[in-house]
């Protein structure tokens, strides 16, 4: 059964940005990290949708959809296309989150830097209570801690 993933990288603090919208920071923190490998081996062929208001030209031999919208009607788009894969959610949290309010969000992946950034993004701008999240793994390496968190729909 596919699976919809928010995989990410977060500060310490909870941004995925800094105050300046920038990930310099994740560049400078990235290490050599178990889930780097894993992710790009499973994901690297796959179809991609971005969300964006504005009109953007394609992108030549990339599986690239560019939408707007309900992300509820797109989501059936992707799970079909999917097709049994895994769907991975990256980008900001306010998007994902919009998945999380439509209960489509299944899965959390995310790893921990090592870095304090004291504003910026956030991680999610959203309220997931503790009873919508269970721990499913916990794995790091020498700088990253990475986290996989079940979301509950109920």
Not at 119 to 143: N, Y
Request: with cysteine.
């Amino acid at each position: 059964m596919t699976k919809t993933q928010y995989y990410t990288a977060t500060s310490i603090d909870g941004f995925i940005a800094d105050a300046d919208n920038s990930l310099d920071w994740l560049f400078e923190a990235a290490s050599n990290g178990i889930e780097d490998t894993r992710f790009g081996r499973s994901y690297g062929d796959a179809p991609c949708w971005v969300f964006t208001h504005r009109n953007l030209p394609p992108v030549p031999a990339a599986t690239l959809s560019f939408v707007q919208g309900d992300v509820g009607a797109v989501h059936e788009r992707m799970v079909a296309a999917a097709d049994g894969r895994n769907i991975w959610l990256v980008g900001g949290g306010d998007l994902v989150g919009q998945f999380a309010d439509q209960g489509l969000l299944d899965e959390i992946l995310l790893g921990i830097a090592p870095v304090m950034l004291g504003a910026g993004a956030q991680l999610l701008p959203r309220r997931l209570g503790a009873g919508r999240l269970t721990l499913q793994g916990v794995e790091h390496d020498e700088r990253f801690v990475f986290l996989t968190y079940r979301v509950g729909h109920g």
